[in-house]
């Protein structure tokens, strides 16, 4: 790494009771000092402490401290992104390579390029082949990590996203902004995404964010029992926007679907008893979904309104309206639940109704397919689920409830 500083060179004062300004480049135990073209001052125009020229200063040719301070400041800003491609490319330093790229800096490096300008390429780059929902996902957290260098004035580049940077970002996301531990799993995802992305690109070479490290919390299922899925799917609401939600919600719930896949489904998608279409989370092609009888029911209900295949509205608004639904036919059962935040845990319980979101109704096929005997091969072919992991929890689930079942019968006799 260079190192560079400025000094007021006293020895070398002229006629006109000035002396140049002269830089001192340090590196690997050597170093250069070289005058800077047309910076002769007078010694009382000198700061020594902020190392620039006092303002409001001409020297004997007529250039302002403006020009010779921005000369400095452009010395600086070459030397870092020197640093930038020292480190990138593992250049081995001398005089003759530092010299030439600060007397030609065009051509110290086309492709430097800020830690956000990379990161908004890289969002330009995932819109042509990620879901919406994803690239949402990573603006989300682009922004995030934005708003960490913007409230503690950490400067982040792509060169030094290594531990200092990790732990400052944990204390911020834990401390400051109260996130559960599985936020900031997404955050370090999305972020070594990004920055596998930077490396393929040679723009940077920084690799300690390979070794971060996250622990990612199992969550409480929440789902519709049977007895509360049917409360909702025969409960007629007088409200018809409540009952274009109960219906598009139920669907999910006896489909498996998405609700960015329900939003685009259309009647082409529908053929001779079955949901055939494009995924569109995990780009999978022509999904093939069998209906049963309840979710043709309700494609049945909308088959020759403008409606068809189903009613549709803002996932936001879709949110709101599914709790109102489910409070009002009282599905309210007390359910807790568990958030972590680094070392500390924290426990509330609230009626069911109000953790209702659009991602309970897929949570509802899961468990109870499961439950009610399908095979999990079976179940994950419909769902599209490809990690084995995250569908366990709901095996376990379904498991439990089996040997509930089992004891209240069967251990009774």
Known sequence: MINITFFHNKQKIDTNNEAPIWMTLTFNGQRIRKSIKDSKIKQSSWNNTKARVK????????????????????????????????????????????????????????????????????LEICKGHKANNTVKNYTTIRNFIER??????????????????????????????????NYFVKVI?????????????RYCKATDFKKFRTHEREKEVIYLTKEEL?????????????????????????????????????????????????????KEVGS????NRFAQEILDKYRDTIHYPLPTISEQKYNKYIKECCEKIEIDTPTTIV????????????????????????????????????????????????????????????????QTEMENTWDKQ
């Open 189 to 201: 995802s999305v972020l070594k995404t990004f920055m596998n992305w930077a490396i393929d690109k």
């Open 55 to 122: 303002n409001v200063t001409v020297n004997s040719k007529g250039i302002t401290s403006e020009l010779i301070n921005a000369r400095l400041e452009e010395l600086e800003e070459n030397i870092r992104k020197i640093n930038k491609v020292v480190l990138r490319e593992n250049i081995r330093l001398n005089e003759e390579y530092i010299l030439s790229k600060l007397e030609n800096p065009q051509t110290i490096d086309a492709r430097n390029i800020s830690f956000f300008q990379a990161f908004d390429e890289f």
């Open 339 to 402: 958030e972590y935040r680094g070392n500390q845990s924290f426990q509330k319980t609230v009626p069911k109704h109000k953790l209702i979101t659009s991602h309970v109704a897929r949570k509802t096929f899961v468990t109870n397919s499961l439950i009610f005997g399908m095979k999990e091969l079976v179940v994950r072919s419909i769902t599209g689920h490809k990690k084995e992991s995250s569908f366990k929890k709901y095996v376990k689930i379904a498991d439990n409830i089996k």
């Open 288 to 291: 093939k979904i069998p209906l």
């Open 230 to 282: 049917f409360k909702l799917y025969n409960h007629n609401f007088e409200s018809r926007k409540l009952d274009h939600v109960k219906d598009t919600f139920c669907f999910a719930c006896f489909t498996g679907l998405r609700f960015s896949d329900l939003r685009t489904l259309e009647s082409s998608n529908i053929l001779e008893g079955y949901i055939i279409k494009n995924i569109q989370k995990t």
């Open 148 to 181: 960490f260098q913007t409230d503690t004035k950490y400067k982040i580049e792509l060169e030094l996203i290594d531990f200092g940077f990790y732990e400052k970002l944990r204390d911020y996301a834990f401390k400051k902004k109260n996130v559960a531990d």
